[in-house]
Nanobody, 126 residues
């Protein structure tokens, strides 16, 4: 069992940077694939980024590639999403998610993750 708690969201202006964090509790954190998803009202949850259990592989949606960076610190049981050059289109609730084992081809599928945080709001003003 893994509990996830996001933090670091807020209101920023277009072009700004923001880092959101997700702290985990529970055992075997270092064996989990971790993902960041985002959701706006009326839309489905959208994949943003994912990272393998040891940080050796990272995955990004085309919409955030080159602007967002996912990283993890297994000693601190925390995963981060550094977001640069933010635009109003990045406004969403950001969720972190965890799953113990997942093929590379499925990391963008929210239905494949077992554990979710409560989300943190990121609002980018123009």
């Amino acid at each position: 069992q893994v509990q996830l708690v996001e933090s670091g969201g807020g209101l920023v202006q277009a072009g700004d940077s923001l880092r959101v964090s997700c702290a985990a509790s529970g055992r075997a954190f270092s064996s989990y694939t971790l993902g960041w998803f985002r959701q706006t009202p009326g839309k489905e949850r959208e994949f943003a980024a994912a990272i393998s259990w040891n940080g050796g592989s990272t995955y990004y949606a085309d919409s955030v590639k080159g602007r967002f960076t996912i990283s993890r610190d297994n000693a601190k049981k925390t995963v981060y999403l550094q977001m640069n050059t933010l635009t109003p289109e990045d406004t969403a609730v950001y969720y972190c998610a965890a799953v113990q084992s997942l093929p590379d081809t499925l990391v963008s599928r929210p239905d494949k993750y077992d554990y979710w945080g409560q989300g943190t709001q990121v609002t980018v003003s123009s």
